[in-house]
Every structure is written in C-alpha cells, then in structure tokens.
C-alpha cells in the first residue's frame, strides 16, 4: 500500500496543480499528450481530437466492447470513444482534480450509462481478462522503469485473449540516468518518480508479459509541435494564469516545456504509439493485413 | 564611490568574457546592478541575473539543474525567445572550467 500513497502524491504533486490553470492553454477537451497533426497547421484543439480519433481506430473499438484507459487525465478519450464509438469506457487516475473533472463532464455529456472514471491505481485493477482495449497514454512515463514488468502484468491480466492494447508514451535515446542533472530537476520540480526508459525496453517488457507487438508508431515531430502550441499558449495568457497559479509553478511549467521542445527536436526523447495483443495461447492475432483499417473510417468532424 | 562602483562592474563582466569566450550564440546579459553586456553582434535574448549568488552558482556548475532552479525561483530571467535561451546549454555543454579557475571566479566575485 505505501508504494500506491508514494504514487498518488507523486501524481497529484504534476497533475492536481489546478484545472484552471491547464484550461488555459490545453485544447478544449484538455488532453495532455502529444497531438496529431495531418496537414502541420492544425489548431491543437483538431490535433488532439486527431490523436483521440487515431487511437480509437488503432484499437479498432466496436461498439459494446468493454474499454479501460489507463491514466485518463480528464476523460478525453474515454468520452470520445464511449460518445463515437458506443463501447464502455472506464477511466482510471490518481489525481483527484481530473477524476472530479472527468465525472463532471461524462454527466454532462449524458454518458453516465457507458462512461465512468475512478480513483484507482493501475496495480489495484482486479478484473480478471475483462477488458477488449485498452489504452495508456502518457501515463508509464510516471511507473518506473523497475516497475514495468508489473504495470504491463496488470494490463495483461484484465485484457482478454487477442485483446488490444496501445501503449502511448515517451522513450529516451539514451538509458536513463537518475543522477543526470536535468533528470534531476525533472524530479525534484516536474515529474517526481518519472523515468524515460528506451523503446526497446519498453518493447521487450511487454513481450516478457505475453503482449505481442503489432505495431509500432514514431510521433516524435509531432510532441515537438504540441510542445511549441502548449508554450505560446501558456505565454500569451501568462496573466490570465497567474490567477490560478503563482510565478513559481508558470516558470517551472514554461521551462520544462520549452525544453522538452528542444529535446523532442535534437532527438533526445521520442514518443511512441505501441500496440500489442494478449496472446497467451498459440494462433494467430486478429490483426488485419494492411494498416488501412487505421486510415479508413475517419469520424466525421465537425468545426 | 563611483569608481568603486564602476571596478565592480567591470571585474564581473570580464569574468563574464572569459567564460563566454568560446560561446557561439549570441545573446545580452543583464546584471543585479542594471549593467548590461552583449556577447556576439546580434543578442537573440536576454540573460538577467537578478541574485549575485545565482550567478556564482551557475558559473560553477552551468547545467540544467542550477540553471532550472535559478529560473524557476526568479533569481534569472529569460527575455526574447525561450528556445533560443535554453539552446546555450550546448555552448556550456564544452565549458570546463579548471578547479583553478572556478577558484579564481569565486574569489573574483568574493570581492565584488
């Protein structure tokens, strides 16, 4: 139990800041990941609604499917993929301010019935081969890398055989190295407990946990561009956030950005959509033959 | 009392030109005490040092951890454009400072 408390603070000290203060410079569904950009000039609020729509499509949800997101900020993508793709959507975080937010914006939107958020840590997930998808987005930055084997033992468990699973998040190019300096700050002012571990790692605990691995995705370009968007936002409406935060948590939120930036530029840190399938039996995964399934049926957007 | 003044000024911005010798970008450098310096023909940014002891700190040891804690508690300011700042750690990525002359710095800023 001490290691879930250690955690949960270790989540709340990034996320539970105050929603007011990421409303101002998130997209409109306030998703806190790297975008998706198709064309290069979209406004962040299309790139993110890309990125929900991406990964819906890469898990291929059908509607009545059972679906968990692992880490689900404030409900971006459980909602979109319980109102879009008509599956059951939980959502799990250790913050308490997305999970009130998360709540409060599936009753709003009337998905109360198929789309529900908890408080919980991945490691107290305990239904057994339950889930058809999952999905984890910017979320095993925060597990440690010693605690992979169990982060993907946990999915495995509650995924169903040939269930799908998209692992998004952040690898580094070099080991990581807790003593380095700017791994340093990044724990003691940003992200405490974070570590960025190498893809093939990451890749290798998933197999060592029967994930097999279908496909592999390269968004580095695009968390540059998010990163930029989120920085230009943040510093034009400075004043405005000021309102919500001190100087302090502005500057410390500007820098580690702006850095992150550069460090997705120069080809430091990347960011990877990862999709794996529970295959504990022999046989084949049920993944079609070509990557059109990912390009065709488009959700129809609106603006 | 202004040309002591004045010494202080200069003994800071030459220990500045020293370690800013092989430096490639090109930026100003504001100080506690309003003077300015320019290092290369077209500053992209500013560098303000708003606390004598940050910017002894950051000499020492220039990396991401003193420079990110200095930022964070107002004790430098960055003006202009934030990336261009934050690219000068790879012009102090080659900055090794002898333990002589990290020495000689603190002493030189000792005085001032």
């Not at chain 1, 806190?32 to 290069?40: P, Q, V």
């Not at chain 1, 709540?103 to 998905?111: A, V």
């Not at chain 1, 305990?126 to 992979?148: C, Q, R, T």
Request: glycine share 6%; hydrophobic share 40%; with cysteine.
């Amino acid at each position: 139990m001490h290691d879930v408390q250690k955690h949960k603070k270790q989540i709340s000290f990034h996320y539970d800041v105050s929603n007011d203060f990421y409303r101002i410079w998130l997209d409109r569904k306030m998703v806190y990941s790297c975008a998706y950009f198709e064309r290069g000039d979209e406004s962040i609020d299309e790139a993110q609604l890309n990125k929900l729509d991406l990964i819906c499509r890469k898990l291929q949800l059908v509607p009545g499917e059972k679906f968990l997101d692992v880490g689900c900020g404030w409900g971006g993508l459980i909602i979109h993929a319980a109102k879009n793709y008509g599956v059951y959507a939980k959502g799990i975080t250790l913050s308490m301010e997305q999970f009130d937010l998360a709540d409060e914006l599936i009753k709003r939107e009337g998905l109360g019935s198929r789309c529900e958020v908890s408080l919980q840590d991945y490691r107290e997930l305990d239904e057994e081969s339950y889930y058809d998808k999952v999905a984890s987005v910017g979320m095993f930055e925060h597990v440690g890398i010693k605690n992979l084997p169990l982060f993907f033992g946990a999915v495995k468990k509650v995924l169903k055989e040939k269930g799908l699973f998209l692992n998004h998040g952040i690898t580094k190019k070099e080991k990581w190295q807790s003593r380095d300096p700017s791994s340093e700050f990044l724990d003691k002012y940003i992200f405490p407990g974070g570590e960025l571990d190498q893809l093939g790692h990451v890749l290798q605990v998933m197999e060592d946990n029967s994930l097999e691995i279908l496909d592999v995705e390269n968004l580095r370009t695009h968390y540059a561009k998010t990163l930029r968007l989120w920085v230009g936002r943040l510093q034009r409406r400075k004043k405005e956030a000021l309102r919500f935060v001190d100087e302090e948590t502005y500057r410390k939120w500007i820098i580690y950005m702006a850095a992150s930036a550069l460090s997705f530029e120069e080809g430091n840190i990347s960011v990877f959509q990862m999709l794996g399938s529970k295959q504990t039996r022999a046989g084949l995964s049920r993944m079609p033959l070509t990557r059109a399934y990912i390009y065709e049926n488009e959700m129809i957007r609106i603006f | 009392m202004e040309s002591i003044e004045l010494s202080k000024s200069e003994k800071i911005q030459s220990v500045v030109r020293k370690v800013c010798s092989d430096v490639k970008s090109s930026f100003a450098i504001r100080f506690w005490d309003g003077s300015t310096i320019c290092i290369g023909s077209r500053p992209r940014f500013t560098l303000a040092f708003n606390d004598k002891n940050a910017f002894r700190k950051i000499l020492i040891s220039p990396d991401a951890l003193t420079a990110g804690e200095a930022f964070i508690k107002k004790q430098i300011d960055l003006e202009g454009d934030i990336y261009s700042a934050l690219r000068i750690k790879d012009d102090f990525k080659n900055l090794r400072l002898t333990l002589a002359e990290k020495a000689a710095i603190i002493l030189d800023l000792w005085r001032v």
